[in-house]
């Protein structure tokens, strides 16, 4: 059974650009979530979609969005991108039926790097 | 926000020998995880706890749910040179209904030059 997945696996953007980042769930899974982690620190809750709806958001700008599609697949979006924003951004899955609701898998990431 | 308070920060290993590293936060949760991440991967999820006192084992991991619910350790026994990576903790204190997880700042483990 395939994992989470998540595309690209770098990305390189200057300051004031866009970045989008794309995430499959596991098989499965309607819930995706999104964390940040910055160098040598631990992860931030960012987003998280279940059902197509955005159920809650931590403590980030609102030019950190996204969107859930109906296969569950999900993609964040970075506005006015600035430097503070190169980071390690993970997407993580659950929700399987009968399974706990919070026992979240991780994607591999996508590093993104703000020239 | 809440924090949880992972510790030791890191630690080196040599084969063979037990490793502990514990998560403390000052409110109650309900669910606690643990999960290992090596460098430029994902984390992956190790063993996840959902009881007060509940003790759980996976291999040469175990890991326990405090009685108070504001504490969790994870013990790795007879490391081996595979165990290097970072172990972060992460609760739950919202029972699922906010969704997101609380990860600690993690612990480093290193081999022992």
């Known amino acids: 059974e395939a994992g989470v997945t998540q595309s690209p696996t770098h990305l390189i953007k200057t300051r004031g650009q866009q970045a989008t980042l794309r995430c499959s769930p596991i098989?499965?899974?309607?819930?995706v979530y999104w964390y940040q982690q910055a160098l040598g620190l631990g992860l931030q809750f960012l987003l998280w979609y279940d059902e197509g709806e955005e159920r809650n958001r931590g403590n980030f700008p609102p030019r950190f969005s996204g969107r859930q599609f109906p296969n569950y697949s999900s993609e964040l979006n970075v506005n006015a991108l600035e430097l503070e924003d190169s980071a390690l951004y993970l997407c993580?899955?659950?929700?399987?039926?009968?399974?706990?609701?919070?026992?979240?898998?991780f994607g591999p990431g996508t590093r993104l790097t703000v020239l | 926000g809440q924090q949880l308070n992972q510790s030791p920060q890191s630690m080196f290993i040599q084969e063979g020998e037990d490793v502990s590293m514990n998560c403390t936060s000052s409110?109650?949760?309900?669910?606690w995880l643990w999960y290992k991440q090596d460098p430029g991967e994902g984390p992956v999820l190790l063993i996840a706890l959902y009881k007060a006192g509940e003790l759980t084992s996976n291999g040469r991991l175990t890991a326990q749910f405090g009685i108070t619910r504001k504490d969790s350790f994870l013990n790795i026994s007879a490391s081996i040179p595979s165990d290097v990576g970072i172990y972060f903790c992460a609760g739950d204190y919202y029972g699922g209904s906010q969704g997101n997880l609380i990860f600690g700042k993690g612990t480093k483990l290193s081999v022992k030059p």
């Open positions: 409110s109650i949760f309900n669910t």
């Open positions: 993580a899955s659950d929700g399987l039926a009968g399974a706990y609701y919070n026992e979240q898998f």
């Open positions: 098989s499965g899974h309607t819930s």
